[in-house]
């Protein structure tokens, strides 16, 4: 099974950009869809992007579309996620999540039927 860390959250001003980076370790994330979750206190989970194992098997969320990118970085065994334009309403805890089965784009769930996940890493956004 893979194992998850994500990186590069922090505290930033509305408008900023940020980039979080999941890096694997155990097997070779490029065997995996990867999806990038987040859950802020009292909302639901929401997969806000994710990207499968064949070009142009991607997904965003209508909360994120056109302001974030999800790439991945196969040299680092990784998956980044930019975050553009930032807003306080993207504050929340931002977790990586992968799942060897699932095909982005007729993803619909709340990422629970990923197989591993990361412990997330905190993004909050000042007004």
């Known amino acids: 099974q893979v194992q998850l860390v994500e990186s590069g959250g922090g505290l930033v001003q509305a408008g900023d950009s940020l980039t979080l980076s999941c890096e694997a370790s155990g097997a070779g994330l490029d065997w995996y869809a990867v999806a990038w979750f987040r859950q802020a206190p009292g909302k639901q989970r929401e997969v806000v992007s994710c990207i499968g194992t064949t070009a142009g098997d991607t997904y965003y969320s209508d909360s994120v579309k056109g302001r974030f990118a999800v790439s991945r970085d196969n040299a680092k065994n990784a998956v980044n996620l930019r975050m553009n334009r930032l807003n306080p309403e993207d504050t929340a805890t931002y977790y990586c999540?992968?799942?060897?089965?699932?095909?982005?784009?007729?993803?619909?769930?709340?990422?629970?039927?990923?197989?591993?996940r990361g412990q997330g890493t905190q993004v909050t956004v000042s007004s």
């Open positions: 999540a992968a799942d060897a089965d699932i095909y982005c784009s007729d993803y619909r769930g709340n990422g629970d039927d990923f197989t591993s």
